[in-house]
Structure formats: C-alpha cells, structure tokens
C-alpha cells in the first residue's frame, strides 16, 4: 500500500532551527523507509525563487510556489518538508488549505537568542543596516495562531524536538507509532532504575 502523503511546515524567525529540524527529521524518516523532500528556503531561493525580492509580494509568492510544489508531493505519497520563515499568517493558511494534509511546526525562539545564533551572520548585517527587510529586525514575523506542534529551541535540544514532532505525527496517524518507536521511546533512566533498587532494599544495584 502507498504511503499517506503529506506536508510538515517548519515556519519561525532567522536562525530559529528550521532546517536543523527539516535534516533530523528527513533523516529520521528516510531511516525508516518513508519517502522525504526537504524544500528549505535557501535552497528554492536559490532556485525556485531566484527571480524574487524579499519585499511581502516577493516573499507570498516565494511561499506559494514552495506550497505547489509540496501539494504535488503530498498527493503522490510523498512527504515534503518545508523549512522556510514564511513570515505571513496569511501566506502559511493558504498553503494549509491547498496542500490538505499540512502540520505546521512553529520553531519557537527569543529573538534575542536568535540574535545571538546568527548562524549566517545576517542579524548583523540586518542590525548595521546593510541589509533591508530582514525578518525580526526590519521586516514583519507572523506566529502562527494555532500551529500543530511548537517546540521550543531555546529550551530544548533538537533530539528533544525531534521525538515531539514524530509522537505528534504518529498520533496524527501518519504512520504507526511502532515504526517510530526507537526513536520516540525514551531508554529507562539508570539513576531512576539505581533509586528503585535501594528502595526495594537491593545495595548491590546501587
Ligand atoms: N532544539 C533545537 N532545534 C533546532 N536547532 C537548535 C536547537 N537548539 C539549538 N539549536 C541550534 O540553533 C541553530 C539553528 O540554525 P538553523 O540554520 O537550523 O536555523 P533556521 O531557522 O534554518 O534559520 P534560517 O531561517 O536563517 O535558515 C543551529 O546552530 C542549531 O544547532
Ligand atoms: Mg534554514
């Protein structure tokens, strides 16, 4: 039997953790044999999109060609995954409408954290002025009203994210928990396992 098909949105501010969590959970479900595309935004600006401008029209169709391009994989059993900022409530909620089976991810961060990553560097372009429009510092970010699933990046760390994202998608039945298992079930705690010992009055254990 062909495989569910469908679309997990990663959308949140520059340096969020976006695309570490696409390639953690690309990697997680290609382990098990799913069909996965990562569309992640540097990438379809590169090009995709490379025609586009990062003004709000450049930046709505950016995020209507990336939703097209997911829908088609979606229908034919595939799963996409897509890690762009996508800043507009708006942009995200017609993709949902289009694509059908969409679970938005909100990659939830502080953006002085955020800030601080600067994993390209851009905050401090976008801080002296050297770039224009940049999201956070000179251009709009959208959280989503009602995402599927929010992990906090600045709280938790991206194995942790990841076993949410795939319980939640499990429990959404987009394929069976079992095939997940190794990767969502936590190994017992020892010192947990050591305390139950000397409760049960068992040194050796200890
Ligand atoms: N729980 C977490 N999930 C994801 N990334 C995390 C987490 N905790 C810390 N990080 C770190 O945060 C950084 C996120 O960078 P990443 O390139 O994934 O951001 P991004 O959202 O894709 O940014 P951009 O929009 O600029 O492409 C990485 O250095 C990553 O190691
Ligand atoms: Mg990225």
Not at 77 to 100: K, L
Not at 134 to 151: K, L, N, Q, R, W
Not at 176 to 196: E, F, I, Y
Request: charged share 30%.
């Amino acid at each position: 039997m062909r495989q569910k098909g469908f679309t997990i949105w990663f959308t949140g501010l520059p340096s969020s953790g976006k695309s570490t969590l696409a390639r953690l959970v690309q990697q997680a479900l290609d382990e098990v044999g799913l069909d996965v595309v990562v569309l992640d935004g540097d990438e379809i600006r590169q090009r995709l999109s490379k025609d586009l401008g990062f003004s709000k029209e450049g930046r709505e169709e950016n995020i209507r060609r990336i939703a097209y391009v997911a829908k088609l994989l979606t229908k034919i059993g595939g799963i996409a995954i897509v890690a762009a900022i996508s800043p507009y409530r708006e942009s995200r909620e017609r993709a949902r409408m289009e694509i059908g089976d969409f679970v938005e991810v909100f990659v939830d961060c502080p953006l002085p954290v955020c800030m601080q990553r600067d994993v390209k560097g851009l905050y401090l372009k976008a801080n002296r002025g050297e770039i224009q429009n940049f999201t956070g510092i000179s251009d709009p970010y959208e959280p989503p009203a009602d995402p599927d699933i929010i992990v906090r990046t600045d709280q938790e760390s991206p194995e942790a994210s990841l076993k949410k994202i795939l319980a939640k998608l499990a429990e959404l039945r987009y394929f069976p928990r079992s095939l997940v298992k190794h990767l969502v079930n936590d190994k017992p705690d020892p010192v947990k396992v050591k305390k139950t010992g000397m409760m049960l009055g068992q040194p050796w254990s200890v």
